[in-house]
């Protein structure tokens, strides 16, 4: 089996607690032909210089800085620095087990796939948002309208060639959040993938800076890449029919709605409601809870007083 050399590209921007741990979960992998490429993305907390203290202990961690510009203008920075064949990225607050590369790596030599992908859980929510999950095998199903049902996997369950994400073009530094759902999306009708069922990876959930805390902007600019991406690729929508789009487009974007408002993040609520009722989506029920969206906050927030008050569901 080939050694290639993996280039783990991690953007860093104020992460000082949990990077220790992010960095030695990359650099104690039982795949030892790596290297791991940092970049520090204008952290204004002690990052910098744990990055330096790190870096003495182990030749093979690379730290490179930039001013804050986002996740995804750190990782084209670090795809520019890599020298790897083969690609993974690993966030500085997540981490992965022991021999997490080893198994990817192993599953795409012998399937010559261009992406192989795992399980992951979670870590840091209640219990039942904490278990292990497994993702389907998307080798023998139309990956285009798979993917376009929403993101396979995290950013650091995958093992990507790097000559697919450069095809690619890396990742669109437009987007605020959701640019590694735009890149896999982009990758999908013309790569192969095979799963490795098993549960490698770990996405911490914390107090800090995590780009997926807001909710409106995150289902905003998932909404954003599925329409760019049908734009570029006609035969895709012309082959799923109008229907099938809408379901897997705005049908997608009303259940995030639902869970901001269930939730009571009404500011995530109304942003998206006020986005499906523009699109012309949604069922006379759904109106019940799309049309206050467009009323003024207190206004809504007052309505839904009322029903709570009146013992009926809102």
């Given at each position: 089996?080939?050694?290639?050399?993996?280039?783990?590209?991690?953007?860093?921007?104020?992460?000082?607690?949990?990077?220790?741990?992010?960095?030695?979960?990359?650099?104690?992998?039982?795949?030892?032909?790596?290297?791991?490429?940092?970049?520090?993305?204008?952290?204004?907390?002690?990052?910098?210089?744990?990055?330096?203290?790190?870096?003495?202990?182990?030749?093979?961690?690379?730290v490179f800085s930039q001013a804050n510009r986002g996740a995804g203008p750190a990782r084209?920075?670090?795809?520019?620095?890599?020298?790897?064949?083969?690609?993974?990225?690993?966030?500085?607050?997540?981490?992965?087990?022991?021999?997490?590369?080893?198994?990817?790596?192993?599953?795409?030599?012998?399937?010559?796939?261009?992406?192989?992908?795992?399980?992951?859980?979670?870590?840091?929510?209640?219990?039942?948002?904490?278990?292990?999950?497994?993702?389907?095998?998307?080798?023998?199903?139309?990956?285009?309208?798979?993917?376009?049902?929403?993101?396979?996997?995290?950013?650091?369950?995958?093992?990507?060639?790097?000559?697919?994400?450069?095809?690619?073009?890396?990742?669109?530094?437009?987007?605020?959040?959701?640019?590694?759902?735009?890149?896999?999306?982009?990758?999908?009708?013309?790569?192969?993938?095979?799963?490795?069922?098993?549960?490698?990876?770990?996405?911490?959930?914390?107090?800090?800076?995590?780009?997926?805390?807001?909710?409106?902007?995150?289902?905003?600019?998932?909404?954003?890449?599925?329409?760019?991406?049908?734009?570029?690729?006609?035969?895709?929508?012309?082959?799923?029919?109008?229907?099938?789009?809408?379901?897997?487009?705005?049908?997608?974007?009303?259940?995030?709605?639902?869970?901001?408002?269930?939730?009571?993040?009404?500011?995530?609520?109304?942003?998206?409601?006020?986005?499906?009722?523009?699109?012309?989506?949604?069922?006379?029920?759904?109106?019940?809870?799309?049309?206050?969206?467009?009323?003024?906050?207190?206004?809504?927030?007052?309505?839904?007083?009322?029903?709570?008050?009146?013992?009926?569901?809102?």
């Amino acid at each position: 089996m080939n050694d290639h050399l993996i280039s783990v590209i991690m953007p860093c921007y104020n992460d000082q607690e949990y990077l220790r741990e992010s960095v030695a979960s990359a650099l104690t992998q039982s795949y030892r032909n790596i290297e791991v490429i940092v970049v520090d993305d204008g952290s204004s907390d002690g990052s910098p210089e744990l990055l330096k203290l790190l870096q003495g202990g182990d030749s093979r961690l690379k730290v490179f800085s930039q001013a804050n510009r986002g996740a995804g203008p750190a990782r084209n920075r670090g795809l520019a620095e890599a020298r790897g064949e083969l690609v993974a990225f690993l966030d500085a607050d997540d981490y992965w087990s022991a021999d997490c590369l080893e198994k990817l790596h192993g599953a795409l030599c012998l399937s010559r796939a261009d992406i192989a992908y795992c399980g992951w859980q979670n870590t840091g929510l209640p219990e039942a948002r904490c278990q292990p999950y497994l993702p389907a095998d998307f080798s023998r199903v139309d990956r285009a309208e798979a993917f376009l049902g929403g993101c396979p996997w995290p950013i650091h369950a995958a093992l990507t060639r790097r000559q697919a994400i450069s095809q690619a073009g890396g990742f669109d530094e437009g987007l605020s959040s959701c640019m590694d759902y735009d890149l896999w999306l982009r990758l999908a009708p013309a790569t192969q993938t095979v799963l490795v069922p098993e549960v490698l990876a770990y996405y911490r959930h914390h107090g800090g800076t995590q780009i997926t805390k807001n909710r409106a902007r995150v289902a905003l600019n998932h909404w954003r890449v599925q329409k760019n991406f049908l734009r570029l690729h006609p035969e895709v929508a012309a082959r799923l029919g109008k229907r099938r789009v809408r379901e897997l487009t705005c049908g997608e974007l009303l259940k995030r709605g639902y869970i901001c408002y269930w939730g009571r993040d009404m500011h995530s609520a109304r942003a998206i409601f006020r986005t499906i009722l523009l699109a012309g989506y949604g069922t006379l029920k759904d109106l019940k809870y799309l049309l206050p969206a467009l009323l003024p906050l207190a206004w809504h927030s007052k309505l839904i007083e009322l029903f709570e008050r009146d013992g009926k569901p809102c």
